[in-house]
């Protein structure tokens, strides 16, 4: 389809183990948008690319987040050590250009369990 | 700290009616005001946006009104329908990245 894709749709993970998301994003989207979301809250933003580059990474709750975007497509959330409070669903939304004022497309997004 | 809320986590709504959906902020940064839609195991879904300079913005049935002094937007829906049933989430920006309440579940009533 043409819409944002996220793989996978599903991953359970033990604590401490290593995890990586997948966003392929919208064709010719500049900009790629991560954001979390636990239950029961709104989605968090953790990271904002414009193309290749993280224009905004505040919203990285500490050292074992870390997200690449290499090519300026396809972007991919790593997450070292995983704890249990990581649960939750990641969201990956692209949009043509930066800024509010150009619609972001979501992907249905990855939940993540940490067991 | 939230800098958008939404302090009511859900609303029922008989079909036919208006519905008001209520979001407050608390930074006076932010230039642009959205509203996204989500229903179970989608992503949300854009729905209709507001610039700061603004104080409404009509699409359809959906209208979103911005009072800037008091830091308060909401979003209306007239007449509702069976499929506005979601939650709705308020957005906020200042201009890059995208800030969102926490979400108001809509029931419509039949």
């Known amino acids: 389809g043409a819409g944002v894709s996220q793989t996978p749709s599903n991953k359970v993970t033990e604590k401490g183990k290593y995890v990586e998301l997948r966003c392929d994003p919208i064709s010719g989207h500049t900009a790629l948008y991560w954001y979390r979301q636990s239950l029961g809250q709104g989605p968090e933003f953790l990271i904002y690319f414009q193309g290749t580059g993280a224009a905004d990474d505040s919203g990285l709750p500490n050292d074992r987040f870390f997200a690449v975007r290499p090519e300026g497509s396809v972007s991919t959330l790593k997450i070292q050590r995983t704890e249990r409070g990581d649960s939750a669903v990641y969201l990956c939304?692209?949009?043509?250009?930066?800024?509010?004022?150009?619609?972001?497309?979501f992907g249905q997004g990855t939940r993540l369990t940490v067991v | 700290d939230q800098q958008v809320k939404q302090n009511s986590p859900s609303l029922s709504v008989q079909e036919g009616r208006i519905s008001i959906l209520n979001c407050d902020y608390t930074?006076?940064?932010?230039?642009?005001f959205l509203w996204y839609k989500k229903y179970p195991a989608e992503g949300p879904t854009f729905l209709i946006s507001i610039s700061s300079i603004k104080d409404k913005n009509e699409d359809g049935r959906f209208t979103v009104f911005l009072n800037k002094s008091a830091k308060h937007l909401s979003l209306h829906i007239v007449p509702s329908q069976p499929g506005d049933s979601a939650v709705y989430f308020c957005?906020?920006?200042?201009?890059?990245?995208?800030?969102f309440g926490k979400g108001t579940r809509l029931h419509i009533l039949p």
């Open positions: 930074n006076s940064m932010f230039d642009y």
């Open positions: 939304a692209s949009s043509l250009n930066p800024g509010p004022n150009t619609e972001a497309f």
């Open positions: 957005a906020a920006s200042p201009g890059d990245k995208i800030i």
